[in-house]
């Protein structure tokens, strides 16, 4: 079972925006020393939607050798085109990875009965471990604990879900219905600040993009969880709500997230790929108080 806290981790880029491993390593390395427990490459916050086939392909097998079995490694294989989807899987099962997070298809409305086909067809072609992610505000469609459960009920390598979803009730459903059935489904939020609600509920843990910035942050609240230190818990959980103020400057969280980064010196190339914007220097400067704010 996935639990913890797992990194949805950022893209480095160099000048070109062409991908750069070097930066890329000494980011994993930091998270893996910080003690997540699992790191997710080719999420939204990965730039999976501006990166071609090979591409991905590339970050999914430098990630499982370059981490070398020290954490889990998830990658995101999703696609509106569901053959690129069973091909990016299947990869990532050949080189090793632990489990595919395939994204509900986006762009256009589905129905259940449509999600549950476009998934089957999935589990039918590959074996590896999969999670779902659901990210409806992005990708327009909501996949419902009901769906999930009858997919959970067929397919054992179905083991769990990503929910990045602002409905804290949509997230008490889906580990109800679906841990009723397979207790050892992984329900974890994807919004940072839920992170103390989904535990709570008796949800597994959080793939929240924050933990790119402070991993010790949501390492520590985590742990506290688990020990029931209720004091702990509060001081953490107001560090990740102050955190939360970084996704107010862009639209796009990893515009800001990069730049966190940067002023931290991780990297010294806050660059993402086109379409968007840079921050202004207004913004800038409000990134680094919320940094030494907490």
Known sequence: MFKGVIVPTVTLFDDDRKIDFKANEIQMNRLIESGVNGLFYMGTTGEFMHMNTDERKQIIKWAVEAAGKRVP??????????????????????????????????????????????????????????????????????????????????????????????????????????????????????????????????????????????????????KAFIAGDWESIREYNSKILKLMKLYDFNPVSMVALKKALEILNITRNPKVRLPHASLTEVEVRDIQSILEDI
Do not use: W
Not at 83 to 97: D, M, Q
Not at 141 to 155: C, D, F, G, K, R
């Open 73 to 222: 490694i998830l990658v995101g294989t999703g696609s509106t085109n569901i053959y690129e989807t069973v091909e990016l899987t299947n990869y990532a099962k050949e080189v090793g990875a632990d489990a595919a997070v395939v994204i509900t298809p986006y762009y256009l409305r589905l129905t259940q009965e449509e999600l549950y086909h476009y998934y089957r067809k999935i589990f039918k072609h590959t074996d590896i471990h999969i999670l779902i992610y659901n990210y409806p505000d992005l990708s327009g469609n909501n996949i419902s604990p009901q769906t999930v459960s009858h997919l959970a009920m067929e397919y054992e390598n179905l083991v769990g879900i990503k929910e990045t979803i602002e409905s804290v009730s949509h997230i008490r459903k889906m580990i109800l219905e679906v841990k009723s059935i397979r207790p050892d489904f992984s329900v974890l939020c994807g919004y940072d600040d839920h992170t103390i609600n989904t535990l709570i509920m008796g949800g597994d843990g959080v793939i929240g993009a924050l933990a790119n910035i402070r991993p010790d942050v949501f390492v520590s609240l985590y």
